[in-house]
């Protein structure tokens, strides 16, 4: 079971202020690392090729385990106070000595059903959300 450690901004929980650090379990249901290399051809003027090598950044694709309830509650603050850019510390997989320092790299969420029981409040819900390392 990973961690989160964020800033509550949006969509506060009724315990939670604005501006208070908040740490919550949530379980990782996937996360995929890649590396993001941004090079470019370039003509120099006198003929030949050169690359232009512009920097690398390490990426996360993070699947959210399924939840519900008070637990979708706190997903949904931390995405939302997330989303604005500001950096958050993960522990990936709850075992790392320190924890890695991201910020969002994607464009939103959008929340799909997992399981549907009929009732708003007990429909499971995954997310999934791309950070990247500060």
């Known amino acids: 079971m990973g961690m989160v450690t964020f800033t509550a901004r949006a969509?506060?929980?009724p315990e939670h202020q604005?501006?208070?650090a908040v740490s919550f379990?949530?379980?990782f249901q996937d996360a995929k690392r890649r590396r993001d290399v941004r090079k470019y051809p370039h003509r120099a003027?006198?003929?030949?090729l050169e690359t232009l090598y512009e920097g690398a950044d390490t990426l996360w694709d993070l699947?959210?385990?399924p939840t519900f309830g008070d637990q979708q509650a706190r997903v949904k603050e931390f995405l939302d106070s997330t989303a604005r850019g500001g950096t958050?510390?993960?522990w990936i997989y709850g075992t790392e000595?320190?924890?890695i320092t991201v910020r969002r790299a994607d464009k939103g969420y959008t929340s799909q059903p997992f399981s549907r029981t009929g009732t708003l409040s007990r429909d499971y819900y995954t997310q999934?959300?791309?950070v990247i390392e500060q």
């Open 11 to 13: 969509s506060l929980m």
């Open 18 to 20: 604005d501006g208070q």
């Open 25 to 27: 379990e949530v379980d």
């Open 45 to 48: 003027i006198s003929g030949p």
């Open 63 to 65: 699947d959210l385990a």
């Open 88 to 90: 958050f510390r993960i």
């Open 97 to 99: 000595a320190a924890p």
């Open 128 to 130: 999934r959300i791309t």
